[in-house]
């Protein structure tokens, strides 16, 4: 149990053209997914927190128009990186928790997008 | 502020030997701490945590983690390392008492596993 999917798993796209990654929760419902960044050889950065059927929480420093976040749906987050860059050349990882008691609920995270913007 | 150190960004260890790899954590209240391992160009898969209760905490492949509150360490072990262990391992804090149920993160620990 608890199988987070992202799609795609790798893209290449050219400067300045959007990605959408996605974020599925496959037997679950998640009632908040969380999106990470991650450089090589680097932790993870997290980017934001999003509630299903609310605005999400971006953390300080992450630009929330150039990295839109939808959840629109208890098993689906999107994450679009939007006019793309090759600073913005990442692994995305997101994450998703089905609820609980708050604070002790497990986060189940995803394979990863690679993205590589030329 | 909530904040975890992995001292070592990388443990060497031979096939068949226990193996640790450390954890130090700070919050303001209660933590509830994680342990995650990712292989390469691969997202986390959760091994452990501790919530409350049972200091020894017992998880996935063997491994188990030690919650200290006096040392304020929760260390990874497993009694006999396999080659297959090889990959990064992150540790995770939560302060109980926060407002978020954000998770801060370690910078991860490079586990080497020699046949």
């Known amino acids: 149990g608890a199988v987070v999917s992202q799609h795609p798993s790798r893209v290449i796209c050219k400067s300045g053209t959007s990605v959408k990654i996605e974020c599925r929760s496959l037997?679950?419902?998640?009632?908040?997914m969380f999106w990470y960044r991650q450089f090589p050889k680097q932790s993870l950065m997290l980017m934001a927190t999003s509630n299903e059927g609310s605005k999400a929480t971006y953390e300080q420093g992450v630009e929330k128009d150039k990295f839109l976040i939808n959840h629109a749906s208890l098993t689906l987050s999107t994450l679009t990186v939007t006019s793309a860059h090759p600073e913005d050349s990442s692994f995305y990882i997101c994450?998703?928790?089905?609820?609980?008691?708050?604070?002790?609920?497990?986060?189940?995270f995803g394979p990863g997008t690679r993205l590589l913007v030329l | 502020a909530q904040s975890v150190a992995q001292p070592e960004d990388q443990v060497n260890v031979a096939e068949g030997n226990p193996l640790t790899v450390k954890c130090t954590y700070s919050?303001?209240?209660?933590?509830?701490l994680f342990w995650y391992v990712q292989y390469p160009n691969r997202g986390l898969q959760f091994l452990l945590k501790?919530?409350?209760?049972?200091?020894l905490v017992k998880g996935s492949y063997g491994f188990e983690a030690e919650f200290n509150k006096s040392q304020t360490s929760f260390h990874l072990k497993k009694p006999s390392a396999l080659v297959s262990d090889s990959a990064l391992y992150f540790c995770a804090v939560r302060d109980a008492g926060g407002a978020t149920n954000k998770l801060i993160f370690g910078t991860g620990t490079l586990l080497a596993v020699q046949p």
């Open positions: 037997d679950f419902q998640a009632t908040t």
């Open positions: 501790y919530i409350t209760g049972d200091n």
């Open positions: 994450s998703a928790t089905s609820g609980g008691a708050a604070g002790q609920e497990t986060q189940y």
């Open positions: 919050v303001s209240g209660n933590p509830y």
